[in-house]
């Protein structure tokens, strides 16, 4: 074989090895992004199982303090756990909206921009739902309570007022925790679907590298 056949066979084999590598890295891209769908749905279902639990709360709550107008305490009751379901509802919406808007087909750069604003959009909903549902459980268990026949705040409203007390503090420890740990709050609130989303997109900008 003459000299300039090897070098243009060489070159050949090259090109050939080259658009291999290529066509590799697209598969492999791919199927990376079939995944990080799959992944964001698992993360939806999440969503829209507390977008279900928040409408029983929201109607629950409603209902209850409208049945019992004229009577403050459980008036007060009923109005938290409507508080409550409402705000389940709206971080739900708008996790869903967020998990709408990512599109596997736009380039990395502008997925890991939509990454970004879920992930700050995940950490405020999971501070609001931390915070009031370490309150909520109060009105709730006066709620059950009642439901037995047991008006807890005319038996002993000290009680009561101890309870909310403690339930304050909680939630005031609670806040205190993400304002001094804010990675680990954040590490915590990403866990699951979404976290195994960042590290594959990770992953493909990688291999787009």
């Known amino acids: 074989m003459e000299l300039h056949e090897l070098e243009s066979a060489w070159k050949t084999l090259d090109a050939q090895v080259a658009q291999q590598d290529v066509e590799l890295k697209q598969l492999r891209t791919q199927n990376l992004r079939m995944r990080m769908r799959g992944k964001l749905m698992r993360a939806s279902f999440g969503q829209w199982a507390q977008l279900g639990i928040g409408l029983l709360f929201a109607l629950w709550g409603g209902s209850y303090w409208f049945d019992h107008l ?95 007390a403690a339930a304050v503090a909680i939630a005031a420890a609670a806040a205190w925790v993400m304002w001094r740990r804010p990675a680990w709050f954040a590490k915590l609130s990403m866990d699951g679907p979404l976290a195994e989303v960042e590290r594959q997109l990770a992953d493909i900008s990688e291999l787009r590298a």
């Open 70 to 164: 004229g009577t403050p305490h459980l008036v007060a009751y009923g109005l938290a756990v409507h508080a409550y379901g409402i705000a389940l509802l709206a971080t739900a919406v708008v996790m869903l909206l967020h998990l709408a808007a990512v599109d596997y087909a736009q380039p990395v750069a502008d997925v890991q921009q939509r990454l970004l604003t879920l992930r700050r959009t995940r950490i405020r909903s999971e501070r609001v739902c931390w915070i009031v549902g370490a309150v909520v459980w109060v009105p709730i268990m006066m709620i059950a309570l009642r439901t037995i026949g047991l008006d807890a705040w005319l038996a002993n409203p000290a009680w009561v007022l101890g309870n909310l």
